[in-house]
């Protein structure tokens, strides 16, 4: 008994620790964040400790009035939202081809949406820059949003994919024989029972595209049109002095939409992640 | 399907036959796109990359000609000492990051997979760093190791009082090594155990009881049941979280960019300096079709591995 109760407080150790790893990391930049430069400099130690002397939000007024952190911001959701939307759209349809319709080579074209989802993103941004540079679109953020599909497509197909396999059939042939055709019955039938599912993969796809970092640093040169996290990396770099304090409050920002998403849907967020990675 | 076919007698086919074919038609309109799409950012590039490879492709130099090189850019590359070391480093980061990461969302994943009270909150305090940018990752640590603005000094400085304020990032090549190391992991060991979680529950509950009643250590259990069934789990993960490691980019290029010297500088970070700084397309084109041929060959070699072994 004594033993069983020892294991059980060591794995209760074992999970306080993980989660105070997991989440410490926040804690010290929004701590940082509320801090002064001074503060900053004079580093941790004294009365500046794990909980700081005095915290003030004037680093989150200049993220936004000298930094013009909305710009970015702006963009980053643009890019994000559109990207989403293009990705849930196809994606929906393509889902419900392949798991419905029976097309010869399904199982081809799933291997290749597979593969497409692992392939090297670094492996783009070279041609890609290349006809960027040819059309005239370099420094724009709009046509990330078709870049940003490598992200999104793959897990988005396969997860709506896979749950139309197991949506049940005789509902929509109820609705065919009826008299309602394939697409009628989809718009009907299967798309308003589908809607959890495309709620899950747009979750996702907006985690995905709001991250990414590789794209924006390759093809946007100029503050006005930098994604937000773009933005962050170059308020530390273009002072001899990293301000601390700033930046923090940037990361603050970009982590709030992402913290929340994760709070408010953390179930959708596993079963989406793991559908569709073995079967 | 019959009482269709007897609703439409002017059909001359039958009917199950020609909604078939109207529903093959159908579908093919709608995975198009997204094939379209994704060959459009993954094929093309590619083909791409390998006509530019073959070539004298760079920006700097205009005027000059675009004319076939054959493979010298391949043997410029080969025998470059950048891309060597670049290559060296990148293997052994994987390496370890692969083995460590592996190691540690086991772990969690098993922590996860028992019902206990404050599961909930376990799941969603490890899901945000995944869920974070990587850009949040990469500050959060540099933060944290600043002799300023950090904490980890003011420890370290406790222990030994020349450790209190060291510089971590761009002055030594080991400790830039940890503290990449560190954020990379952190963020992504998340992912690695929520795959290998989905692959624990899959295992039926009756498999562990029968082990119990046959006398079975936790030990024995864990080896002789839950790793092999955990193994499509696992390769899963191992792919995964391989490849990222293999083509590790954004951290470092946030953290040390590349520094100090070139001393942590990755195939991916060499194949974007490449592109973007120094506007060689047909040197980067060969370095980004090896970054192909390595996801390949990596990823192939797992479903070997784990195909002959099950």
């Given at each position: 008994m004594r033993r069983r109760l020892g294991r059980e407080a060591l794995f209760y150790l074992g999970v306080?620790?993980?989660i105070v790893v997991a989440l410490f990391p926040f804690y010290w930049v929004l701590r940082t964040s509320l801090e002064s430069n001074a503060q900053v400099s004079a580093g941790v130690g004294g009365a500046n400790g794990i909980v700081?002397?005095?915290?003030?939000?004037?680093?989150?007024?200049?993220?936004?009035?000298?930094?013009?952190?909305?710009?970015?911001?702006?963009?980053?959701?643009?890019?994000a939202l559109g990207a989403t939307l293009v990705t849930i759209f196809v994606a929906t349809f393509a889902g419900y081809a392949l798991a419905r319709l029976r097309i010869r080579g399904a199982a081809a074209i799933l291997g290749f949406i597979l593969l497409a989802?692992?392939?090297?993103?670094?492996?783009?941004?070279?041609?890609?820059?290349l006809l960027f540079k040819n059309l005239g679109i370099l420094d724009n953020v709009y046509p990330l949003i078709i870049v940003y599909l490598v992200y999104t497509l793959p897990i988005a197909t396969w997860l709506l994919r896979n749950f139309f396999e197991q949506v049940p059939i005789e509902l929509e042939e109820a609705a065919q024989v009826d008299g309602a055709t394939r697409l009628t019955a989809l718009?009907?039938?299967?798309v308003p029972v589908a809607i959890p599912a495309v709620f899950t993969a747009g979750i996702l796809c907006f985690i995905l595209a709001w991250n990414d970092f590789?794209?924006?640093?390759?093809?946007?040169?100029?503050?006005?049109?930098?994604?937000?996290?773009?933005?962050?990396?170059?308020?530390?770099?273009?002072?001899f002095q990293v301000f601390y304090s700033l930046i923090d409050a940037a990361v603050v920002i970009v982590s709030i939409p992402i913290a929340a998403l994760v709070l408010f849907a953390q179930r959708r967020i596993v079963t989406g992640l793991t559908a569709g990675s073995f079967r | 399907m019959v009482t269709h076919a007897a609703d439409r007698p002017r059909d001359s086919r039958p009917a199950a036959g020609d909604r078939a074919a109207t529903d093959r038609r159908l579908g093919y309109l709608l995975v198009a796109p997204v094939v379209i799409l994704l060959l459009a950012v993954t094929a093309l590039p590619l083909i791409s990359n390998v006509w530019n490879s073959l070539h004298s492709d760079n920006l700097s130099l205009a005027g000059q000609p675009h004319k076939f090189l054959g493979v010298s850019n391949y043997s410029t590359m080969f025998t470059s000492p950048l891309w060597t070391a670049a290559l060296e480093r990148t293997l052994a980061f994987t390496v370890i990051t692969v083995i460590f990461d592996m190691v540690v969302a086991l772990a969690l994943?098993?922590?996860l997979n028992r019902k206990f009270r404050g599961r909930g909150v376990l799941r969603a305090a490890i899901l945000v760093p995944w869920a974070v940018p990587t850009v949040v990752s990469a500050t959060l640590w540099k933060t944290m190791f600043d002799p300023r603005a950090g904490f980890v000094d003011y420890f370290l400085g406790a222990v030994h009082p020349a450790w209190s304020s060291l510089t971590w990032l761009n002055a030594s090549v080991w400790r830039s090594w940890v503290v990449i190391f560190t954020a990379d992991s952190w963020k992504n060991i998340p992912f690695v155990a929520i795959i290998l979680l989905a692959g624990l529950q899959v295992i039926p509950n009756e498999i562990y009881e029968a082990a119990r009643v046959d006398g079975a250590s936790a030990w024995q259990t864990f080896r002789r049941l839950t790793l092999p069934m955990l193994k499509p789990a696992l390769m899963v993960a191992l792919i995964f979280r391989t490849l990222q490691a293999l083509l590790v980019f954004d951290i470092i290029y946030i953290m040390t960019g590349g520094g100090p010297g070139n001393s942590t500088e990755t195939l991916s970070f060499l194949?974007?300096?490449?592109?973007?700084?120094?506007?060689?397309?047909?040197?980067?084109?060969?370095?980004?079709?090896?970054?192909?041929?390595?996801?390949?060959?990596?990823?192939?070699?797992?479903?070997?591995?784990?195909?002959?072994?099950?």
């Open positions: 306080a620790v993980v700081p002397s005095h915290l003030s939000g004037s680093a989150f007024v200049n993220v936004f009035t000298q930094q013009n952190f909305l710009r970015p911001l702006i963009n980053s959701v643009i890019v989802g692992f392939f090297p993103v670094l492996a783009m941004i070279g041609p890609l820059f718009r009907r039938v299967v590789t794209f924006a640093v390759s093809f946007l040169y100029t503050f006005p049109h930098f994604t937000a996290p773009l933005a962050i990396v170059t308020f530390g770099q273009s002072q | 994943a098993l922590m194949n974007f300096y490449t592109f973007i700084n120094n506007t060689d397309f047909g040197l980067g084109g060969a370095i980004s079709v090896m970054l192909v041929v390595l996801a390949l060959i990596v990823s192939w070699g797992y479903v070997r591995v784990f195909r002959t072994s099950t």
